[in-house]
């Protein structure tokens, strides 16, 4: 089957793109190289072209219902212009995917957009068709993943980069907020959200202004989805097919230490009732953050011990660009989760020493200790 791919192709070619495959799309996964892309969002700002990620809108009387119902934060929370990050569990309560729910900033109307991860957005639809239909719900459910662009502009001059092109100030917009303004002539929805632990945003537009919208920031380094990984590695953020997924990592949000988008102040929300069961006995596995003591670096599927003990296996691993060692994710048994635990990592028949550190590498390793899950967007 041959890849999809996103309205930049071209553009990313004429840059000298090397490309992959990420959720059936052929996406750039560098340009200048994983490290001077990845060190151009930490120190400045770079631009990515996400737009293999899915788009879903849902509008009409019932579309806060419905989206409250299907996902497991609180969406009756968000007022118009508002963003929130959630998961969407299957009836056991595994995560079949990670989103970020935008209420439009619109007064008339309830209507959100919500962004499932690449490849997700078919899936999506049709749940929430199946599910809209089950509740006798009033709304309409479309998939935009095709009608529009996104790009994400991160890096401590993110805002500053944006507001020189904005009709409206980006500065005066909250985390976790979005309007409705121009970059250039082109029409977009600004929203302060990311997933690489910088500030910055994430900004929609129709597809068929895609070039033009990306041209307006030929200045910034393209970033590639090299950077995007090893990024969100370091921020401590969880990858959608690698770190969670509903056949071959299943895990709850209180595994993957997402239990923060949990509200369970909620009546009902699918996967409810097997969260509450786990939540009474506890996890017998966790999601925990480590670094080796040694040369080598962990890969997905890596096996891990404590002393002659196995305990777990490695999800996501690299050698850290800003921190200059390597630095996992992976899940444990429970009683080995504890931040200091001395662990070890089975590399190409090697067992190197770690030690299980807070998950946010940037603030455990790099500066303070940090407050490991307790806001697994890094924004």
Partial sequence: MSLRTPPLHQVHRDAGAEFTDFGGWEMPVSYAGISTEHAAVRDAVGIFDVSHMGEVEVRGPDATAVMDHLTTNAVTDLDPGDAQYSCILNEDGVIID?????????????????????????????????????????????????????????????????????????????????????????????????????????????????????????????????????????????????????ETEPRTPLEAKLGFVVDDSKDDFVGKDALDGQAETGPEELIVGFHLNGR?????????????????????????????????????????????????????????????????????????DGSEGDDGTGD
């Fill in 98 to 246: 990670d989103t970020v729910i935008y209420r439009y900033p619109d007064e008339d109307e309830d209507a959100y957009l919500f962004v499932p991860n690449a490849g997700h957005g078919t899936q999506m639809t049709d749940r929430w068709s199946t599910h809209a239909a089950s509740l006798d719900a009033d709304v309409t459910i479309e998939n935009r993943t095709e009608d529009l662009g996104l790009v994400a502009i991160q890096g401590p001059d993110a805002i500053g980069t944006v507001d020189a092109h904005a009709r409206d100030s980006i500065a005066d917009v909250g985390r976790f907020s979005m309007i409705r303004t121009t970059i250039g002539d082109v029409e977009c929805l600004v929203a302060r959200t990311g997933y690489t632990g910088e500030d910055g945003v994430e900004v929609f537009f129709d597809a068929d202004r895609s070039q033009e919208l990306w041209g307006t920031f030929d200045d910034v380094q393209p970033c590639g989805l090299g950077a995007r990984d090893t990024l969100r590695l370091e921020a401590g953020l969880l990858l959608s097919g690698q770190d969670f997924d509903p």
């Fill in 296 to 368: 080598g670096v962990p890969r997905n599927g890596y096996e891990l011990y404590r002393d002659d003990d196995h305990v777990g296996h490695v999800t996501s691993g690299t050698m850290s660009p800003t921190l200059s060692e390597p630095i996992a994710l992976g899940y444990v048994d429970a009683d080995h989760a504890s931040t200091g635990t001395e662990i070890a990592v089975e590399v190409r028949g090697r067992r190197i020493p770690a030690t299980i550190v807070g998950q946010r590498f940037l603030d455990s390793l790099g500066g303070e």
